[in-house]
């Protein structure tokens, strides 16, 4: 590990510090079959890098993903801004339940009716629930996606009126991802809240903050909340390689802090869950899944599950994520596309999991 870090100057660490507040967070996968009597006009999504479409495009920010070897092994080969070499979550999802076969972000300039009508997502790369996570790079927070989800709500009710806008939120899945950021790096890495907070009392401060964006969210309209956990954040490949021995084993403290934080949320996710008329408020782990993955990679058709596609795979994110670095020949082969973000099959197989454990409890 060392001669690696050392072998960069003075700036390129610097860049390395400021691209390292991004988010960890295939095409095809389970039909999300609905009960007989439920419809879902659209998904919404909030949150951090695995939900960004491509808020981040246009923002002064590192936090971003417009550019080549992104989006690689799509079909034109553009890059869109989502951190993948292909399709993310968000994608799968709403082609998962018969919706479109894209999700767009907000924040796209060729968005169109039809479009906003279907689902949006305002997420953007490097944010999270602590208020500190998204100053770091000058992304969206969770109170500027809820302002832009305001926003949002007023063009539905110029296309379509008031009572089917309020039809349209009713029946809609919404989708909350957030607090790797938080943990890996506004806590551990950059270390900002460390003298304010130990980790016991930096999950509830987090846990806090989801807790509110889920009821203003519900105040505007929303019933069907998906709420995704921290994954095992010492186990993404750039966490190894800063936090881990020189083996680049998993950095176990990072782990047990996102352990903590997600017994803490599912806590709070059930009470809100019993205590929020009409809501069907919903945890979903992705932390053992994923954890799952990394220890049985043959299991699911992988081969190399430390590092990612990009570059030597072990720091390499965003900017440092570019063309002028090598990739390997077949990204199927591997968990991660980057240093912090799976491949299209990585996030496959992820969600694979996730809906056919989860979605009968969604709706």
């Known amino acids: 590990m060392q001669p690696l870090l050392s072998s960069y100057s003075s700036s390129s660490s610097l860049t390395i510090f400021l691209v390292s507040l991004l988010l960890v ?20 999504a909030f949150g951090d890098s695995i939900m960004d479409q491509g808020a981040n495009n246009n923002l002064n920010t590192l936090a971003k993903a417009n550019f080549a070897p992104y989006g690689k092994d799509s079909v034109a080969g553009i890059p869109t801004g989502r951190f993948s070499n292909n399709r993310t979550p968000a994608d799968m999802l709403v082609e998962q339940m018969g919706i ?17 009508l279907t689902g949006v997502s305002f997420a953007s790369a490097g944010s999270g629930f602590d208020p500190q996570t998204p100053n770091l790079l000058g992304v969206l927070s969770f109170a500027d996606q809820l302002d832009q989800f305001k926003e ?53 401060l987090m846990v806090s903050s989801a807790s509110n964006f889920i009821k203003d969210i519900y105040k505007l309209g929303a019933r069907r909340i998906v709420v ?3 994954p095992p954040v010492g186990c993404l490949p750039l966490q190894r390689t800063l936090s881990g021995n020189e083996h680049r084993m998993c950095a176990e403290k990072h782990n047990k802090a996102a352990q903590l934080y997600n017994n803490k949320l599912q806590a709070e996710l ?27 990679p043959k299991q699911y058709g992988l081969e190399v599950v430390d590092r990612g596609c990009c570059g030597t ?51």
């Open 25 to 44: 967070g295939d095409h095809g996968g389970a039909r999300i079959i609905l009960p007989a009597n439920v419809t879902v006009p659209a998904v919404i």
């Open 100 to 116: 479109k076969e894209f999700m767009p972000a907000y924040l796209d300039p060729s968005l169109d009716d039809k479009e906003l």
């Open 152 to 204: 949002y709500i007023e063009k539905l009710k110029g296309i379509v009126g008031e009572e089917r806008t309020q039809y349209i939120l009713t029946n809609s899945l919404f989708l909350v991802v957030a607090g790797s950021n938080d943990l890996a790096n506004t806590y551990f890495t950059i270390g900002i809240r460390k003298l304010q907070y130990d980790i016991p009392s930096y999950s509830n």
């Open 228 to 230: 995704f956990n921290a």
């Open 270 to 296: 059930k009470h809100l869950h019993n205590t929020l008329a009409e809501s069907k408020i919903v945890n979903i782990d992705i932390y053992k899944p994923l954890l799952a993955i990394m220890k049985n």
């Open 313 to 363: 795979g072990n720091i390499e994110v965003a900017i440092l994520c570019n063309r002028l670095l090598p990739t390997c020949l077949d990204a199927s082969k591997y968990l991660f596309w980057d240093s912090f973000h799976p491949t299209e099959k990585g996030y496959n197989i992820l969600m694979n999991e996730v809906v056919g454990r989860h979605a009968s409890d969604w709706f």
